[in-house]
């Protein structure tokens, strides 16, 4: 390809609404363009990095097994109806009525078309494990798209689904996509962690995501300092912190007033923050009160205390329906709470000590509080968010906290999409069964946005060479000197011929505003053809990462620059 050819518009501002370094250098190294909120168009230079990571996750997937299809966007309701989803799904869908008037949507994701798709056709155990994916656009109506192609409300997306036999079936095609997802992000250059997730509301029993560090991620992730154990904050199964044993007083209340939150609390009783509860109130669709307590330098975890409680979702609770069950907003704590009222605490608050908890009424608390002897009818869980300083739960050693995007994800669904829309093949003895079924995901754009977000500096893009549009830019200083572009012509066919992807930029512009570019898009290695290359038969190699520059003699310099590109 030449430059003078390429539709590769550079700009030298970003948009204004632009946060991300991602978001700002694919905009002005043009590789993507907006069209609206959430959509975007893939230049040339972009679509070329998207094919590449898609023909990496081809080849990873084709080696476990993976055989690629392709399966309509628009979807018909009826499928979303029989697995629940239909009304489950919420405003992320987006749906749509036909002439007709019946109803469909975008598919944001593929599980009820796969399921729906696959139980006429697969009959015998013979047939399995089957492992089906495609790479496809999804649609999802984000409450806030932003950050470029890192939360677009259209994406592409690899999805493959596994369809087995039995549950160590299961466990299998997990392993295979857990593997291949680890292959894929190393080619892909990126440094990742697969961490334990937490199944949402997709639901399934077991989960990783595959997260790239980086401090602009919206996962924030515990790893241990001392073992592989990393799990996102939402997840995170945390041990018992015992409180050193103390002889238990008797409760006592005390007037506290004005002291409505734990700071004031604590430095009001001048107690460390240790040795006080703290209360979050929610309530449940129907409204239902659900209070969560937790120890006052901990954070109350959501997806813990939903999955504690059996509520579907939770919703911040009305002042009114605290005071209703007896408690008061601010001065909090399980006792004296009105029945039927539902009470989680965190199992660390269970093993506290001669705490402080809120008395539920205005101005005073409770001091000398022993949840185990004060405590009557709560829900005992693991319902806090990990923090800094935690010990592991594998080893015991101090976790600590980074933050990182969710490149993909992988889960064991089990027979929750093929109960549902009753999925089933004969097995060994002729009985019917439901598939066991896994799905695992990659967000092909937002793969792309992490490479940048992890590979840039003040001049641009570093693209790793795997995922670069082009590996190498041939860049005569002088494209109006015709000795010069011939020799830059004839090195870019030679690399060209022996399988590396070339770019020339034959651009008639000054050299500065070429370079700049390059520097701005990323190539990984720039062949620079200067007066001095004629002279003394070389060429100048600047590698985009280190800065580095080499020249290399013009008879054998193609040995060297494949060894070179082997390392970027
Ligand atoms: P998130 O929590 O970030 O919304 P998700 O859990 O909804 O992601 P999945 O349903 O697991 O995502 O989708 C698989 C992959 O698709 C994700 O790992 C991510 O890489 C990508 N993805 C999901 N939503 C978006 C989006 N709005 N824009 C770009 N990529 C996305
Ligand atoms: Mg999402």
């Avoid at 992320?92 to 949507?105: A, K, L, Q, S, Y």
């Avoid at 596994?162 to 990126?190: H, N, Q, V």
């Avoid at 703290?278 to 120890?295: H, N, P, S, T």
């Avoid at 907003?329 to 965190?346: A, E, H, Q, R």
Wanted: include cysteine; hydrophobic fraction near 40%.
């Amino acid at each position: 390809m030449k430059a003078s050819q390429l539709y590769a518009p550079t700009l030298r501002e970003s948009p204004a609404e632009a946060e991300l370094i991602s978001h700002k250098l694919m905009f002005r190294a043009g590789l993507i363009r907006k069209a609206a909120g959430g959509l975007y168009s893939y230049l040339p230079l972009g679509w070329r990095v998207i094919k590449k990571i898609s023909q990496i996750i081809r080849e990873e997937m084709d080696a476990e097994g993976g055989q690629e299809i392709m399966m309509p966007i628009v979807q018909p309701s009826e499928i979303w109806q029989e697995s629940g989803r239909w009304q489950v799904y919420g405003d992320e869908m987006m749906r749509m009525r036909d002439r007709h008037g019946r109803e469909f949507c975008l598919g944001p994701t593929h599980e009820e078309m796969i399921t729906s798709l696959v139980r006429a056709e697969l009959r015998s155990y013979k047939q399995l494990p089957q492992l089906i994916y495609q790479i496809q656009n999804k649609y999802r109506d984000e409450i806030r798209p932003r950050f470029g192609l890192m939360r677009s409300r259209e994406f592409i997306m690899k999805d493959l689904y596994s369809f087995d036999k039995d549950e160590s079936g299961l466990d299998e095609s997990y392993k295979k996509m857990f593997d291949a997802y680890t292959r894929i992000f190393t080619r892909c250059g990126l440094e990742f962690r697969p961490v334990e997730a937490d199944s949402g509301a997709i639901g399934g029993s077991n989960s990783h995501e595959f997260t790239v560090l980086a401090q602009s991620g919206e996962s924030s992730i515990a790893f241990c300092t001392n073992c592989d154990f990393a799990a996102s904050d939402e997840k995170a199964e945390l041990k018992i912190i015992i409180a050193p044993a103390e002889d238990e007083k008797p409760i006592e209340k005390v007037e506290t007033p004005d002291a409505h939150t734990i700071e004031l609390v604590k430095n009001f009783l001048q107690v460390p923050i240790e040795k006080t509860i703290k209360a979050v109130a929610f309530q449940d669709d129907d409204g239902k009160l659900i209070l969560a307590f937790v120890r006052g330098d901990h954070e109350a975890n959501e997806i813990k205390i939903l999955n504690a409680s059996g509520a579907m979702h939770l919703h911040m609770a009305e002042e009114s329906a605290i005071v209703a069950a007896g408690g008061s907003p601010g001065f909090m704590s399980p006792i004296g709470l009105k029945d039927g009222t539902i009470v989680v605490v965190d199992q660390t608050v269970m093993e506290m000590h001669n705490a402080v908890a809120g008395a539920n009424e205005k101005n005073f608390h409770f001091i000398n509080v022993n949840p185990k002897r004060d405590f009557k009818n709560v829900i005992v869980a693991d319902i806090r968010k990990v923090q800094a300083g935690d010990p592991c739960p594998h080893c015991g050693h101090e976790l600590k906290m980074t933050r990182g995007i969710e490149v993909g994800q992988v889960f064991k669904l089990g027979t929750k999409y093929s109960k549902a829309m009753n999925a089933t093949f004969l097995d060994e003895n002729g009985k019917a069964k439901f598939f066991q079924m896994g799905c695992y995901g990659i967000g092909v754009g937002r793969t792309m946005a992490a490479a940048i977000e992890q590979n840039s500096d003040e001049h641009g893009i570093i693209f790793p060479r795997n995922i670069a549009p082009f590996e190498v830019v041939v860049c005569p200083i002088n494209s109006k000197d015709q000795a010069q572009l011939e020799f830059a012509e004839k090195i870019y066919e030679e690399l060209k011929n022996s399988g590396i992807d070339a770019l020339l930029d034959d651009r008639p512009e000054r050299a500065g505003v070429k370079f700049k570019d390059c520097d701005l898009i990323g190539y990984p290695m720039r062949i620079t053809i200067s007066p001095k290359s004629l002279e003394t038969n070389s060429i100048e190699v600047k590698i985009r990462k280190s800065g580095e520059i080499s020249e290399l003699p013009r008879d054998n310099y193609l040995d060297q620059v494949k060894k070179i590109l082997e390392t970027l």
